[in-house]
């Protein structure tokens, strides 16, 4: 029976060309605008570090003073004064914790003939490399002891490593940053998680790679300047390594909820000392963040991706509504024959599986225009110079769920119609024959 | 005058299809009244004036990589140099330009150690910025020679509170001073108080926001004194290219020991800036279009459909004296009810789209013009959209009404 449906469908799609065109061209753009923009938010929610995104936290002390204006959107800032994330790394009360910035540095390759240039980079302490389980192809991180002792150590990325060193090893050599010398201690393997979660989250926060790291406190102590945003109130004695700036950004590996929860219980505590010391005028009132609430919470999607993606939502349900009505025009027109085969002993279910066979027809064909579409859309975003644009690929999830998508679109779009179709009084039409 | 109840009366026959018609054109005048909106608002946006000369700036980026202590010294000596080439008619050092996204803000208090009453960006440079940079003085001067104070930013921009004079938007003096004469008056950027000696017109932000703030700045009298800096070049528009590719040359060959970076002109600032605005008015648009289209078919589609559907009928009333004239008006009127059943409930919903726009993407208010446009455009793609299935409806020979079917 199902040969000779699709047959019939067939059949019949053909008798009106336009209008069938016209069906499988509005279901095709909607379903082809929805899934680009499906798949470029289904990209960038992903998860950055899949394996530790459970265990990852930022903690949010509210250090500002009573007239701080905060950010509109709830977009939440956590970043910390040097004198706190201090404090806390010193407490060591997660199993692991670090402290970090971005900072951009000027590099000498080892050619003095060539012309310094900058690379983006990280100032970090010991335990970044452990807590987010970054790889090294070669050497290793270094340790809390390198770190108090300010140590000219330095780790850098794969890239840079063959554009320093050609194909030879990098560990044990000389790199010259800025006007000091690095002793580069370990290389990156394959680890540009995306976006890049643990630094301020901006505009940059997709495609770009940290080329090296290096010890935060040495950092400091050269007077490396840090880049991203700094927040300053009141002022006296070194804006850095003041309580009054806040600028850097702290993360905490926490194993379990019990773990969590002692350690907000910790932050508070801290926040109420603060309180009695005169500092922290606002309410206590310490937050913990996973991982992947921060990221919602940061907006690390753009508003106006959003907006698109809901955009193309609308364009896909007015497609609907389009093809809906033109479903139901045609089935209706089709009365007479319906009648026919109704009163022939065609059942009602068997009309209604026609039909719907019919619209699942159009489906297939508003997918596959949909899929085409699609794909042209992630081309033209992947042309774009923008971070995100090299995550624009489909996967195979996001292949099939197209292909559902539109079928299910469709058939779903075929329910009214085929129902009233299939409602029709065969005497009633019979007779104005 | 063509009687509405046998056209509500055909209708109600064709209820759920009618409706389905309706709804469609009501989403769209929802959506796209909306979507209009957001692209004159993002038009607006770019069309923003900058308050300087942009079509006579160029621009570019030097890091110096030698000890920061002769930053100052040195940037005389590259800003002297940048002035004798040919064609460049002004030079100098600045820490930030609008679009430049290195925002450097300063809260605002009117009395010590005050609330701040704005927020405001400063931008600094050596002397004759405000000329540099095309800055239209509207009331009171530049700065004297003597005023400027390097900005101190290896020892936490304490030039900030050495400085005793600023120059400031209209649009930050309207803030702090509404009504009053900001020459003169005192403000604390900082803990010290600055005098206020000037107002220009105009002067955005290095980045802008949607809180009607982006003309909150301040000019003030600091020498740029990090490593990092730019140097920008004010020349005839034609001239723009040659004296850019001139000036790296020129930098380089009086100390190599610089990165220099982002050589551009005020133009290519500006569109990069609004790079992705552009994208997204491009899309708007096209979702419109989309949107009108896919809905303009639908209503062909149906009328088509409906004409075929009721051929007898046309004829029979054509047998019996209805002129093609008539026949056209009562398609056209038929679309017009639906057309506009579709409508008024858009417009209710438009509203309420907006109402969810302005909670999420700081949007205004939809004004009610755009909602009188969205009907109004509503009623007329419905009319072209119908006009082709009508007329063939219109072609009807009486004669059908006789043949068998």
Redesign the interface.
Known sequence: MFGYYLTLAIHSLRRSR??TA?MIA?IG?GIG?SMTMITVMHMMSGDPIPDRSGQLYVPVIDPYPL?H?KS?NNIVSADMTWVDAMYLLKAARAKRQAAMVTGVL?IHPAQSSE????EFGHFVTADFFPMFGVPLREGSGWTAQDDQAHARVIVISDDLRRKLFGNTSAVGRTLRL??TDFRVIGVLGDWQPQPTFYAQIDDRAFGRADQFFLPLQTAVEL?F?ASGRMACWG?N???RLSDHCTWLQFWVQLDSANEARAYRTFLNDYCRDQKAHGRFPRPANAQLYGLMDWLANQRVVP??LR??LW??L??L???M??I???L???F??RSNEISVRRALGARRRDIFLQLGIESAVVGFAGGALGLTIAELGLWSIRR???GYAQLAHMDMTMLLGTFALAVIASVLAAL?PAW?ACNVMPALHMKT? | MLKLPPVLASLTRHKLTALLLALQVGLTCAIVCNVAFMIVHRVAQLRLPSGVAENELVMIENTDLKDQAQALTRHNADVAALRDIPGVKAAVAVDSLPFSHMDWRNGISLVPDGPSRAIASAYNGTPGELAALGLHLVEGRDFLPSEYIPMGTAQDWNGLDQISVAIVTRALADKLFPGQDPLGKVIYPSEKPVRIVGVVDHLLQPRLSDDGENEYATLLPMLPDSNGITYVLRTAPQDRESVLRRAADTLNQLDGDRILRYPQTFTQLRADYFRHDRTMIGLLIAAALCLLFVTALGIAGLASFWVQQRKRSIGIRRAVGATRHDILRYFQTENFLIVTAGVLPGCLLAYALNLVLMAHYELPRLPVTYLLAGVLASWLLGQLAVIGPALRAAAVQPVVAVRNP
């Open positions: 336009i209008i016209l509005a753009l605008a007239d204006q509109k000027p012309h310094p240039f900058f800025k006007d007077k300047d002022n004695g070194d804006a508003d106006d907006m698109q955009l193309a609308g364009f349900g007015v497609c509504v389009n809906v009505a033109l139901l025009a045609k209706l027109r774009q110079p923008d009214l009233r024959q």
